[in-house]
């Protein structure tokens, strides 16, 4: 049974970091691409970071530079560290995997196994 597990949400002030994790089980990490979605209230959901199988590294243009995804496949863990939060920031953060290689390269794929989210807050 696959199952993607977060944490590592919270409430923090603006300029402040996070470090999320997921981790996975019932199936091998290595052979699957993993991204973060966000969504806020009110908001589309958003694709915020993915690596995938073969190494590929892909994040959204509004968290470049300042979110950095990463994967410890004898962990079965999936990473994102989150710097100079902003209030902008605030949402759901979910991972979601698939066997695929087209979810970091794709817009649209949806993946079809998913966490249940951590909720980050940004806010003074």
């Known amino acids: 049974q696959v199952q993607l597990v977060e944490s590592g949400g919270g409430l923090v002030q603006p300029g402040s970091s996070l470090r999320l994790s997921c981790v996975a089980s019932?199936?091998?990490?290595?052979?699957?691409?993993i991204a973060w979605f966000r969504q806020a209230p009110g908001k589309e959901r958003e694709k915020v970071s993915c690596?995938?199988?073969?190494?590929?590294?892909t994040y959204a243009d509004s968290v470049k530079g300042r979110f950095t995804i990463s994967r410890d496949n004898a962990e079965n863990t999936v990473y994102l560290q989150m710097d100079s939060l902003q209030p902008d920031d605030t949402a759901v953060y979910y991972c979601?995997?698939?066997?695929?290689?087209?979810?970091?390269?794709?817009?649209?794929?949806?993946?079809?196994?998913w966490g249940q989210g951590t909720q980050v807050t940004v806010s003074s």
């Open positions: 690596t995938g199988s073969g190494g590929s590294l």
């Open positions: 979601a995997a698939d066997p695929l290689s087209i979810v970091c390269g794709s817009n649209y794929y949806i993946p079809n196994y």
């Open positions: 019932g199936f091998t990490l290595e052979y699957y691409d």
